[in-house]
């Protein structure tokens, strides 16, 4: 009994000197550990979304004989963000936010300027250092998370942990990830219905879930590596995460789109997809068919199939917003744009 004790005594203090040497972590949410049929993928920059090779001397022969490979130019850094008060907006300063839904309130899987269901939404979490969002599973959607600002792990009770820093894209099938703040943490995030409209997607949740028993999987993208698409003499850029001419699997085209301080997006319209946009930076006004609405930092901006839309800047500061088209598509006229072809796309 004596030497059992003294074990435990020994096994207390080694504990308690770990801890005060190593500073102990914040709670997290304990993830069971991953099964063989689950994954979690970094996607390299050189099969992301049009990584192109750059042009100058010809790349070195690997020392194992395999395939050269290219270099690729820098891309030029993502500006540093001064972070509005955004429209939608969700905060968890709590030990752990667990969400009965997908999408935290119905608000969300509604738009303000439009007749019919949207397929997706989009908003902006804040979660407080060494808080953690828990989204339940719904294999009826894929979800993407865009870190703005700060550091925080991604898990599910599926697949592995991966580390997010700033301009960090985690795309998940199915939801049912955990996000875990290192430091407070401003994050994007976009739930998209593989089918119909959200709000009947999330109606059937609970179902899905029941019968469902697929492969998990995560991939994480990161911005600041993507080449940028350019076009209209370097007014308008664009860098995709997912979409475009990318072959990662995707319901949803989900990057940011930026303009200078004078550029006008022309009238444009998308047949059958959503467009939403959470603006980071910017000001101007947006026409959505015959009606014009300000635009400002902070604002969500949901726009409808069919519908006409076009941007008028005010002149005072560069336009940068998260972009999601709902089904991908309507994005593949920025490439055209940015090599010079006329585009077939409205």
């Known amino acids: 009994m004596r030497r059992q004790l003294s074990k435990g005594f020994q096994a207390l203090f080694?504990?308690?000197?770990?801890?005060?040497?190593?500073?102990?972590?914040?709670?997290?949410?304990?993830?069971?550990?991953?099964?063989?049929?689950?994954?979690?993928?970094?996607?390299?920059?050189?099969?992301?979304?049009?990584?192109?090779?750059?042009?100058?001397?010809?790349?070195?022969?690997?020392?194992?004989?395999?395939k050269p490979q290219a270099s690729l130019p820098a891309?030029?850094?993502?500006?540093?963000?001064?972070?509005?008060?955004?429209?939608?907006?969700?905060?968890?300063?709590?030990?752990?936010?667990?969400?009965?839904?997908?999408?935290?309130?119905?608000?969300?899987?509604?738009?303000?300027?439009?007749?019919?269901?949207?397929?997706?939404?989009?908003?902006?979490?804040?979660?407080?250092?060494?808080?953690?969002?828990?989204?339940?599973?719904?294999?009826?959607?894929?979800?993407?998370?865009l870190v703005l600002k700060g550091s925080l792990a991604v898990s599910s009770p599926q697949a592995e942990t991966a580390t997010l820093e700033e301009w960090s894209v985690a795309q998940a099938e199915g939801a049912g990830i955990s996000l875990s703040a290192a430091t407070a943490s401003t994050v994007a995030i976009a739930v998209v219905s593989k089918a119909g409209p959200l709000d009947a997607a999330i109606a059937e949740s609970n179902r899905l879930s029941r019968h469902h028993r697929g492969r998990a999987t995560m991939r994480v993208v990161e911005l600041r590596e993507l080449p940028v698409v350019a076009w209209g003499n370097n007014r308008?850029?664009?860098?995709?995460?997912?979409?475009?001419?990318?072959?990662?699997?995707?319901?949803?085209?989900?990057?940011i789109l930026g303009a200078d301080a004078q550029g006008a997006i022309p009238t444009n319209v998308h047949a059958t997809e959503w467009e939403h946009l959470v603006v980071l930076s910017g000001e101007g006004s947006i026409s959505l068919g015959q009606s014009s609405y300000p635009v400002r930092p902070g604002s969500v901006i949901q726009i409808e199939p069919g519908l006409t839309h076009s941007f008028s800047p005010s002149g005072t500061q560069p336009l940068l917003a998260v972009q999601l088209f709902s089904a991908k598509g309507p994005e593949l006229r920025y490439l055209e744009l940015s090599r010079g072809a006329p585009s077939g796309r409205k």
């Not at 308008?236 to 949803?252: C, D, K, M, N, Y």
């Open 236 to 255: 308008f850029s664009a860098r995709l995460a997912f979409g475009g001419e990318a072959t990662l699997p995707s319901v949803a085209s989900f990057g």
């Open 75 to 145: 891309p030029p850094p993502l500006p540093a963000l001064h972070l509005p008060q955004f429209e939608q907006e969700m905060k968890c300063d709590k030990v752990v936010c667990s969400l009965s839904s997908v999408v935290p309130t119905r608000e969300f899987t509604h738009a303000a300027h439009a007749k019919a269901a949207p397929n997706a939404a989009l908003w902006v979490y804040q979660i407080q250092e060494n808080s953690t969002v828990v989204f339940p599973e719904n294999h009826a959607v894929e979800l993407y998370a």
């Open 14 to 66: 080694t504990g308690l000197l770990l801890c005060c040497g190593l500073k102990c972590a914040g709670p997290v949410v304990q993830q069971k550990p991953s099964d063989p049929t689950s994954q979690v993928t970094r996607v390299p920059r050189a099969v992301q979304a049009h990584a192109l090779p750059e042009v100058g001397p010809p790349p070195q022969m690997p020392a194992d004989g395999g």
